[in-house]
């Protein structure tokens, strides 16, 4: 067969195919596939395992480990159907090791129930885990074998693909395979460079992706199984390739927009400046000479500012503000909590009005007349700086002359909420400046390429005179040494902030944990003002607490995790977090940075409940270690993979088919200098790629 070398057209023919060329794909079922994105043959290639099961071996009953997927085979020796509540089919199996394992049912046919006959021969595959009578595993795939099949094992890994709608998870691998056998020549599917991949010595994509869709026997499965086999990591470089030129690509369209500069002679911001009580630190006047350069441009401006807790955010975003006040404009300032917003306002209201300058308010309890009022003030433009919650995002309300939209914790809102608020001050003709500000360190790896549509500053200072908080971890049982520390510290007149961890994030609004807490250290610790706040008192009584504790009518706070962001009272110094070992690194890491505002000593306690798990023991030993929180959060991403750490479904992370940034970080200088290759030799690749991993679907329009 002679080799075919055209390039373009042959795959656009090959990879961009229909569906419904393969045999077993009619209109009903191609409406399935592609409600999830899948339409081309392209798109079942990349339709990539989500792991692997290792159907090469059976296990005997007898070595079965919980937690450990395997498969086993046995004579069922007992079936019980029951209901506790719902239906539930037990089946006991049995083999020559002695070992009885249980198959536990919850959804189940009745001709399902008549396949597990005493005496049957069942093989399945799952992972177990502890039940009342032994091992069990919970809804395992599983083969009733006659005795004429064949008792052959597999020969190699066998893929579990994500699954769709409506469609089999054997009938979605075998079209997989059909399109498979219609993979072109490697010449025709490879996009990338051929220098640059044979120096980083991985496989061509064509072997690549026959080896993550049918790793051939002697395939290195632990490899495989860790996501580090070389077909892996070609896919991922790919990917990730994909993801980084999608977002340059939104990047370049945003700065084709217009944007009112704001370049003036900065008189506010020299006011501003001066009447502060403290000394800008360096991080923060490098940050905002990096923001007054964005805002002179005519070009809209998208910079995220990350600062470790206290680093002086608010101040910085503050100066912005006048910059466009002095232009005559309007700024808004969102942020994800009555609390914070209000403490934002409280900050602005201080620093802006001696000034001159005009704030508003809004939040979804401003209300009937109240509201109107400062509606129209926003819609007149008399109201310079408007500061509020996601109510600043909502339809009615309407800006004269909006310029800067800043956004306050941004990982806590959606994108969408960041572009309505931006679309607020887009015209047709111009669209405002952002500035969107997080608290949450993003290691350098990750801020390259989950945000390669933004300008990323960092202020990488605390403020002087802030001392490192000191953190233990602490057994629970030794609970009563600690209620006496914090009725010596009380007397001291130090303030301590007491945080209950919830178990599920639902229990956010179930105060009981946090009343009883309350209750109990009331009752421990006579003569201490204790207060308490959790997520289910309105935001005013939340607001009423913490101005009383700040104000140092409160000596021992109670709170659930609603403190988390941005609270602000220096005189603090002592903080006790029950359950810790619950807690992420970064969670750990905002809370802690509640305390240490002033330039006492302050204190951490990490309280536990033992035992440990390996990984909890790790968290608690790196916040006793370091306070540094660009460290921690390098940690955390080393810990628990990026997508927690960001907020997955918020940023677009999510959505990787092969990559992942944790794993693969050593990936990302290589792709960022790939990217800068492709899009200055060879943009139609550029695009190709981004068309053949992401779509056409836009990811999330920052533009
Ligand atoms: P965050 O970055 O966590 O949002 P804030 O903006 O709330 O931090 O600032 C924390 C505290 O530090 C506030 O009380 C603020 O007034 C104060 N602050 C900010 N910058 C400085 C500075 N350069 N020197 C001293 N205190 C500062
Ligand atoms: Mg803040």
Redesign the pocket.
Known sequence: MARSRAPAPALAAAGEASLSMLSGIGPAVATKLEARGLSSLQDLWLHLPLRYEDRTRLTTIARLQPGVAAQVEGRVSAVERGFRGRPVLKVALEDDSYGTLVLRFFHFRAQQVSQFAVGTRIRCYGTAKPGHLGLEIVHPSYRVMGSNDDDELGDSLDPVYPAIEGVGPATLRRFIGLALDRLPEESTLELLPPDWLSGLGLPSLRSALLTVHRPPPDADLGALAAGRHPAQRRLAIEELLAHHLSLRRQRMALQAHHAPSLRGQGALVRQLRDS??????GA?QRVFEQIRKDLGKAHPMLRLVQ???????????ALAAMLAVERGKQVALAAPTELLAE?HLN?LRAWLEPLGVRTAWLAGKVTGKARSKVLAEVASGEAQVVVGTHALMQDSVVFKDLALAIV?EQHRFGVHQRLALRDKGADGRSVPHQLV?T?TPIPRTLAMSEYADLDVSA?DEL???RTPVQTVALNNDRRPELIQRIALACREGQQVYWVCTLIEESEELDATPAQATFESLQALLPGVRVGLVHGRLKASEKLATMVAFKAGQIDLLVATTVIEV?V?V?NASLMIIENAERLGLAQLHQLR?RVG?GSAVSRCVLLYQAPLSAMARERLETMRQTNDGFLIAEKDLELRGPGELLGTRQTGLAGFRMADLARDADLLPGVHDLAERLLAEAPDVADKIVRRWIGTAVRYASA
């Open positions: 502060l009580p403290f000394q800008l630190t923060q600062g470790d807790v206290g680093s002086g955010k608010t101040v910085v975003a403490q900050n306050d500000m608290a202020i403020p002087p005179g941005g602000d220096p940075g505002r």
